[in-house]
């Protein structure tokens, strides 16, 4: 057996044990899920350094004024809600839609987008790594037509099941490339919804630095391009974890910058919407993610430039 064959069966052998609990976890209750996730969620704080490392230096950075004992509280509660959504992904994707429906108990600002649509409009939904976005994708795509970019994962065989999951309610996913971004123009000048994520730092090139909690941040640039180019309206959107009980939606206003033809003050208005979403419940944010991640190309360019560098 050739050592690429043994890696592929590995790869296989992985996907199949990930797909088998996805699916033995989509017939749990959301409070058993919530439950696990508690029980889990201090494990993930001890026991994982990195995730504890970056989300430990992330509350110190955009909340300086909080004590050290209530930013390891906080980070205590976000790795917990982290958990919790790694394990209800198998009920966002393959719980029967009338339970995953019946467990979103609230809805906030659907006129928000109503309106956009009746006007004509497209409707961009800005949609953070907060609360289970798989949950908002899901009703995203339940009650409007709905596109957003897709990246397939790194295990490839777990993507034809993600990619049924995020497509089961009629979503139209599209690669993150100029022929995806041309779908979602297509979309949004058919007066359609369309998703963004807009917390991941963008390829070099496709973004520029924009406060975030006062910090620069590399921030993506499609937004303004996309709205010059079709007037669509911005929004966020989340789902809100009610542990427990199911999930709350909320669609807010986007930050009024976001519609500026200046991209650095336009990505300033999107990490601003971001920060406004945070608000909602600040735990419920994927803290573990390197937003203030060093890009090494800005400093070769710009010897300079601002460190970035805190992980």
Not at 58 to 77: G, H, I, S
Not at 94 to 103: I, K, Q
Not at 197 to 220: I, K, M, N
Not at 243 to 250: S, V
Request: proline share 6%; aromatic share 10%.
């Amino acid at each position: 057996m050739t050592e690429h064959a043994t890696t592929s069966d590995k790869r296989l052998s992985r996907a199949t044990a990930i797909a088998w609990l996805w699916r033995r976890l989509s017939r749990w209750p959301l409070p058993r899920l919530w439950r696990f996730a508690s029980t889990l969620g201090p494990l993930v704080y001890c026991f994982s350094r990195r995730e504890r490392n970056v989300t430990d230096i992330n509350l110190k950075v955009v909340y300086p004024a909080l004590d050290q004992r209530k930013r390891r509280a906080l980070a205590k509660q976000s790795l917990r809600h982290s958990t919790a959504t790694m394990m209800e992904l198998g009920y966002a994707w393959m719980a029967e839609p009338d339970r995953v429906e019946a467990s979103i108990v609230e809805v906030h600002g659907r006129d928000k987008l109503d309106s956009a649509r009746a006007q004509g409009r497209g409707v961009i939904v800005l949609a953070p790594h907060f609360g289970n976005w798989e949950v908002l994708n899901f009703w995203l795509s339940s009650h409007f037509p709905f596109t957003a970019m897709y990246e397939p994962p790194k295990i490839t065989n777990l993507e034809p099941i993600i990619r049924h999951g995020r497509e089961r309610m009629g979503a139209q996913l599209v690669p993150t490339n100029p022929r995806g971004v041309a779908a979602l123009l297509k979309a949004l000048k058919r007066s359609e919804a369309i998703g963004i994520l807009p917390d991941q730092e963008p390829d070099w090139g496709s973004g520029v630095f924009a406060p975030f909690y006062s910090r620069d941040a590399y921030t993506a640039t499609l937004l303004p391009k996309l709205v010059a180019r079709t007037q669509a309206r911005v929004v966020t959107g989340v789902a809100l974890r009610l542990p427990g009980r199911g999930f709350a939606i909320h669609f807010l206003d986007a930050d009024e910058r976001v519609y500026s033809a200046d991209e650095t003050e336009s990505a300033s208005g999107v990490n601003a919407s971001v920060e406004a979403s945070i608000a909602l419940e600040p735990a419920q944010y994927q803290w573990e993610y390197k937003r203030y991640r060093k890009v090494i190309e800005e400093q070769q360019q710009n010897p300079n430039a601002n460190d970035f560098r805190l992980y």
